[in-house]
C-alpha cells in the first residue's frame, strides 16, 4: 500500500505529532515530510514504509481508496 501526503498529515494530527517530532522518529528533515505531506514531493518505497510503519506501531490504521480518498483511522482500544 502506498500512502499520500494527506495521510500523513492527518496521521499527525490524530496523534497529536508535529513535523519535527515525525522527523525525528523516521530520520527525515522536517522539510523533506512538510514537501511530501503538501503534494511536492515523492518518497522512496523505503521512506514511506518507514513511516508507515512508525504510524502503525503508534496505532493508525492506513485506509485505502474505497470511492471516497484514502484515510486514516486510530485502532480502537480496548
Do not use: C
Request: aromatic share 8%.
Amino acid at each position: 500500500m502506498s500512502i499520500t501526503g494527506k495521510q500523513v498529515k492527518k496521521a499527525r494530527t490524530l496523534l497529536s505529532w508535529s513535523r519535527p517530532q515525525l522527523a525525528a522518529r523516521v530520520g527525515l528533515s522536517i522539510e523533506t515530510i512538510a514537501l511530501f505531506e503538501n503534494g511536492d514531493r515523492r518518497l522512496s518505497f523505503f521512506d514511506a514504509s518507514i513511516i508507515a510503519g512508525t504510524f502503525e506501531s503508534a496505532g493508525v490504521i492506513f485506509v485505502e481508496e474505497n470511492g471516497e480518498g484514502p484515510g486514516v483511522r486510530l485502532r480502537e482500544t480496548k
